[in-house]
């Protein structure tokens, strides 16, 4: 069965009886369910002892990989934006330029024919 998915299973939204009794006998008053409370209790008080740069050392790694790729993107997009050929100016920038030889005579005779 290596390498074969397995089909999910199907969601039931009804409330499962059995933990909800495990969960009603754990949280009974008595020693069982003190003895409960108090495990839980403890876990939260060691996760509230936990630092954040604990927390931040964890994903330092995968961080630092994002970060890498992101840039290596970066750089290849900006270095084909510097090696794309240079587009030809539309009519708006040849009359907002200063004239040049000749140039806007082009721009605006292809604008007219529609090139």
């Known amino acids: 069965m ?3 998915m397995k089909e999910p299973l199907p969601f039931d939204h009804r409330p499962d009886a059995l933990l909800g009794d495990a969960l009603r006998r754990a949280l009974e008053p008595g020693d069982d369910g003190a003895a409960f409370v108090a495990r839980v ?3 939260a008080e060691e996760l509230r002892a936990v630092s954040w740069h604990a927390v931040l050392a964890r994903w330092a790694r995968a961080g630092v990989a ?4 992101v840039a290596l993107a970066a750089g290849y997009l ?3 934006a510097a090696a794309a050929p240079a587009t030809r100016p539309t ?7 200063p ?3 000749g140039a806007e005579v082009e721009v ?4 007219v024919i529609g090139n």
């Open 108 to 111: 605006v005779l292809a604008s």
């Open 41 to 43: 209790l403890a876990r």
């Open 91 to 97: 009519v708006a920038d040849v009359l907002m330029s």
């Open 66 to 69: 994002a970060a890498v790729l």
């Open 99 to 101: 004239p040049a030889r």
């Open 78 to 80: 900006v270095g084909r």
């Open 2 to 4: 290596e390498g074969q």
